[in-house]
């Protein structure tokens, strides 16, 4: 590459990429010149678009097995080579721990972290077939790595995730890096479905240390850093993005107490 964030001539792969965290991870990489593809379930009506080029959609929920070698394979077919895999797919709705019926619970696994396990399996048997090699980038959560009420099995499955990423990166050495990023609060279109409306969203963001919530073009900074010659002796790591996490309550708490 001329320059380490010059993604010319590479291909990447961003899982979920039509909207949200996805969609911005995907036009950051358009951006630095990269051939991007994105899946999901329901093509969308205007896919991301940076740098004057659009990213290619190919149909495959990444919960099916021969979707995902579909997927795999329709990326190799077009653009010759993988160097870039975003495992981003992935989600959950609210649910009480107490009440979840197994099959959810098995669901909401299978979608993030057995789904990413085998994309990341797939994608490694083609870069290890590459000169370069290539790079993986787990899309995690805080939620991983601090209770998660409401999400107790996303939670469960974005902490087993990370450690598949320390495990991988062991394993699949030198040929393929494999890191995380573990994304705190992050605004999109859906966000008034957890945090309200703007006065809600509002409040959340004032917990933040940083004064804001995230966004997911700052997700996209951080991959097109961790997919990038910058970071060539990065593998195994888990790249906290939370805007400097999450005050403590016992602040709050201790403010708020009445004292004579």
């Known amino acids: 590459m001329s320059a380490p964030l010059d993604f010319a001539g590479r291909v990447v792969l961003v899982s979920g990429g039509a909207r949200g965290v ?111 090699g290539g790079s993986i980038i787990n899309i995690a959560s805080v939620s991983g790595i601090r209770p998660s009420p409401g999400t107790a099995a996303y939670g469960a499955a974005k902490a087993g995730l990370l450690s598949l990423t320390q495990t991988l990166a062991v394993e699949w050495a030198p040929k393929v890096r494999v890191n995380a990023v573990t994304a705190g609060m992050i605004q999109t279109e859906q966000s008034h479905l957890h945090y309200g409306d703007a006065e809600g969203l509002a409040a959340v963001a004032a917990t933040v240390p940083l ?21 060539s002796y990065v593998s195994g790591a888990n790249v906290l993005m939370h805007g400097g996490g999450e005050k403590p309550a016992f602040l709050a708490a201790a403010r708020n107490v009445k004292r004579d």
């Open 22 to 132: 996805g969609r911005g991870i995907a036009e950051k990489f358009l951006a630095a010149g990269a051939d991007v593809v994105i899946c999901g379930r329901n093509e969308p009506e205007s896919p991301p678009r940076a740098g004057g080029r659009n990213a290619v959609f190919h149909p495959a929920d990444v919960r099916d097995l021969e979707q995902v070698d579909a997927l795999v394979a329709f990326t190799g077919e077009r653009f010759g080579r993988l160097d870039v895999l975003v495992n981003n797919a992935g989600g959950a709705p609210y649910a009480d721990a107490a009440t979840a019926s197994p099959r959810f619970s098995e669901s909401i696994l299978r979608l993030n972290l057995i789904a990413p396990l085998n994309l990341a399996q797939r994608a490694n048997a083609a870069m290890q077939e590459q000169a370069e």
């Open 211 to 231: 004064g804001r919530m995230g966004l997911p073009e700052d997700v996209g900074d951080v991959c097109l850093f961790l997919a990038s010659s910058l970071a």
